[in-house]
């Protein structure tokens, strides 16, 4: 059978010859993880190794973005990276509570764009934050939340959102007043 050595591009889902490296119908790198720098782990590793965990996170988290943004959803390579993050995250927790929940922010805006909104995503995140006693983050947190249940809520009526306000609210004071 000739589509034996073809799959689907990820951009145009037109069959494409599973050795070209360009999508003769969308003009694009047709499959998983051909954006991706293949150095990528073996830096972020060596730049942990050398102490840089945040620039190894951040190495790895703009890598994560860039295969999640709506445009370019590389679902696979996307866990991948997930996977070194959280790895990254389970060494070195104590040095990347805001990166982690900016993680978590991300996980809760490509829910909501995908329609799989996570709520224990807002609960972890919020647990973090009042872990390191940061306010700021947890407000972070709720505008966040607040806003993606806002885009999600379009159409279907008012999202019921007055204990939300109110805490958002809480925290704005209290940071006001520090």
Known sequence: ME????EECIF??????IHDVECPHCGKKPFSGM????K???????????GDIKGAWKLLHDEYRQHTDIEYFDEET????????EALYTRHAELLVVEKIDLLLDGLQIGAYWGHYDDSLVEQAI????????P???LKILENHRSNQQALSKGYGLFDSDNLDQRIQ???NILSSN
Request: glycine share 2%.
């Open 3 to 6: 589509d034996e050595d073809k």
């Open 40 to 50: 990528t782990y073996d830096n972020a590793d060596q730049m942990e190794k050398d």
């Open 35 to 38: 954006y991706l720098n293949p």
């Open 12 to 17: 145009c889902e037109e069959l494409v010859d």
């Open 78 to 85: 996307a866990g991948i990276l997930h996977d070194y993050l």
């Open 170 to 172: 809480e925290l704005k």
């Open 127 to 134: 647990e973090l934050a009042k872990s390191v006693e940061r």
């Open 136 to 138: 700021d983050l947890e």
